[in-house]
């Protein structure tokens, strides 16, 4: 088993440019997440998805959208990225929301 | 809003001794997650506890709902637990800062 990936690892985008964060768990988990962590300040969490079908939003969801394309992934978009997005973006999924999250290994994203 | 804090922020330790880590938090909460993210970045979980007391080779993890407040512990402290320790809130997925455990040999 896999568990939880991310892709891409890395990514240097423009200002205004825009991308997707792709997430893929293979555990069977109804939940999935998106987190940003930043220097001093944690993770925040961004969207999530309780079960396939719907997603809700987190914390700091201004300047993302998700999608839960099925049950296996939950893709992080950025319709025009600025600097302040820089950071590093977990994905995790866990059976459901009370249960223990599964962290992917995250992407840096660096915002020029 | 709920309030996640962790003590203290930093933490230096010399190999073998008792170590911990605390984490406080504003709103009752029905679980508490411990997580453990190393150097390179990965974050693994450790602990997920609702009440009373956890306990995994080396490290104990508690918590005292009525006081909202969970302590990790780490026993016989090595080198290779140095890494960043966080507390969550999964009821409404909040995070402490996380404290930055340094372990010399």
């Known amino acids: 088993n896999a568990g939880v990936t991310q892709t891409p690892k890395f990514q240097v985008l423009k200002t205004g440019q825009s991308m997707t964060l792709q997430c893929a768990q293979d555990?069977?988990?109804?939940?999935m997440y998106w987190y940003r962590q930043d220097p001093g300040m944690g993770l925040r969490l961004i969207y999530y998805s309780a079960s396939e079908g719907t997603t809700d939003k987190g914390e700091v969801p201004n300047g993302y959208n998700v999608s839960r394309l099925n049950k296996r992934e939950f893709s992080l978009r950025l319709e025009s990225a600025a600097p302040s997005q820089t950071s590093v973006y977990f994905c995790?999924?866990?059976?459901?929301?009370?249960?223990?999250?599964?962290f992917g290994p995250g992407t840096r994203l660096l915002v020029l | 809003k709920n309030e996640v804090e962790q003590s203290p922020q930093n933490l230096t330790a010399q190999e073998g001794e008792f170590i911990t880590i605390n984490c406080s938090y504003s709103v009752g909460i029905s679980a508490l997650h411990w997580l453990q993210q190393h150097p390179g970045g990965g974050i693994v979980s450790l602990f997920m506890l609702s009440s009373g007391k956890k306990k995994h080779g080396r490290l104990i993890a508690t918590i005292n709902i009525q006081e909202k407040h969970s302590s990790l512990h780490i026993t016989a402290s090595h080198p290779r637990d140095s890494a960043v320790y966080i507390c969550?809130?999964?009821?409404?997925?909040?995070f402490g800062a996380g404290t930055r455990l340094t372990v010399k040999p």
């Open positions: 969550a809130s999964l009821n409404d997925m909040r």
């Open positions: 555990m069977n988990h109804n939940s």
């Open positions: 995790a999924s866990s059976s459901s929301t009370e249960e223990t999250q599964y």
